[in-house]
T-cell receptor, first 117, second 116 residues
Framework: DAGVIQSPRHEVTEMGQEVTLRCKPISGHNSLFWYRQTMMRGLELLIYFNNNVPIDDSGMPEDRFSAKMPNASFSTLKIQPSEPRDSAVYFC???????????????FGPGTRLTVL | GNSVTQMEGPVTLSEEAFLTINCTYTATGYPSLFWYVQYPGEGLQLLLKATKADDKGSNKGFEATYRKETTSFHLEKGSVQVSDSAVYFCALTVNAGGTSYGKLTFGQGTILTVHP
């Protein structure tokens, strides 16, 4: 299997521009998670989906952030408008979550490094 | 709520030294515990896990034992290698009546550097 695929790997944009990050989870996985990683705040969970339905978006920092999962093989995280403080590495992870106690491994993508100037 | 506290880093060791990274947790409910590792420039990957008290997770020479009485899950390795240099994250999940879907709560991460 190819693993979790994220694109782009690097994104440099100017303040005020719209940014769209993309994620293709591992085929057959039911849950998808978006994280943000910075030196100051560490690893933060932004939002997660189960069977394409958003379950908890309480980690989304503000209305400028939105996420969608139109089907089982694709998700997007959009920032509009972007600001310099959004600069971070954004990770997507997927999990099969076939076990009844939800202890399945989360598989992380390589991340998208976003720089907002 | 749920939280994970890891020992502060960075940790710097010489090759073949013994490694311990402390991890303690608080949880509402019965957690499953994990260690993830992040190598430079990569995403996180599962290193080991334990799902009930007294279980020992192990992988690649690393071990951690689920200690319910001390709410701890310390990571150990008897002899580290340069290739173990990475960031290590302790994490937990609690099956909150089937509504958490494996949501992980992570510690802040501990940077490990191993010198030859």
């Amino acid at each position: 299997d190819a693993g979790v695929i994220q694109s782009p790997r690097h994104e440099v944009t100017e303040m005020g521009q719209e940014v769209t990050l993309r994620c293709k989870p591992i085929s057959g996985h039911n849950s998808l998670f978006w994280y943000r990683q910075t030196m100051m705040r560490g690893l933060e969970l932004l939002i997660y989906f189960n069977n394409n339905v958003p379950i908890d978006d309480s980690g989304m920092p503000e209305d400028r952030f939105s996420a969608k999962m139109p089907n089982a093989s694709f998700s997007t995280l959009k920032i509009q408008p972007s600001e310099p403080r959004d600069s971070a590495v954004y990770f997507c992870a997927s999990s099969p979550n076939h076990s009844s106690d939800y202890t399945d491994t989360q598989y992380f993508g390589p991340g998208t490094r976003l720089t907002v100037l | 709520g749920n939280s994970v506290t890891q020992m502060e880093g960075p940790v710097t060791l010489s090759e073949e030294a013994f490694l311990t990274i402390n991890c303690t947790y608080t949880a509402t409910g019965y957690p499953s515990l994990f260690w993830y590792v992040q190598y430079p420039g990569e995403g996180l990957q599962l290193l080991l896990k334990a799902t009930k008290a007294d279980d020992k997770g192990s992988n690649k020479g690393f071990e951690a034992t689920y200690r319910k009485e001390t709410t701890s899950f310390h990571l150990e390795k008897g002899s580290v290698q340069v290739s173990d240099s990475a960031v290590y994250f302790c994490a937990l999940t609690v099956n909150a009546g089937g509504t958490s879907y494996g949501k992980l709560t992570f510690g802040q991460g501990t940077i490990l550097t191993v010198h030859p």
